[in-house]
Nanobody
Framework: QVQLVESGGGLVQAGGSLRLSCAASGGTLNMYVIGWFRQAPEKEREIVAARGFETAVKYVADSLKGRFTVSRDNIRNMVYLQMNDLKVEDTAIYYC????????????WGQGTQVTVSS
């Protein structure tokens, strides 16, 4: 079983940056893909980015390319979401989740971290 803990959220002004961290433990992590999701109030959850620990999987939602990047640290079992030029509409709870590579369903979820962007 994989455990995930997010950190790095907070309050930032529009135009600012944040880096979210997802610490993963348990399981055979090199077989997993870590996804970043977000959910804003009264909106559906959406995928933001994804990165495999030992695979070439690297994805950022088209609407966020140029502002968000995803990276990994295989030694520390961390996946990062760098968010630049933040906008008010980026305000949401951000979650990291893990899925077995090749599978479509994310089975393990962190508790989430709040990101609030003020105007």
């Amino acid at each position: 079983q994989v455990q995930l803990v997010e950190s790095g959220g907070g309050l930032v002004q529009a135009g600012g940056s944040l880096r979210l961290s997802c610490a993963a433990s348990g399981g055979t992590l090199n077989m997993y893909v870590i996804g970043w999701f977000r959910q804003a109030p009264e909106k559906e959850r959406e995928i933001v980015a994804a990165r495999g620990f030992e695979t070439a999987v690297k994805y950022v939602a088209d609407s966020l390319k140029g502002r968000f990047t995803v990276s990994r640290d295989n030694i520390r079992n961390m996946v990062y979401l760098q968010m630049n030029d933040l906008k008010v509409e980026d305000t949401a709870i951000y979650y990291c989740a893990a899925k077995w590579r090749g599978k479509s369903t994310y089975s393990y979820w962190g508790q989430g971290t709040q990101v609030t962007v003020s105007s």
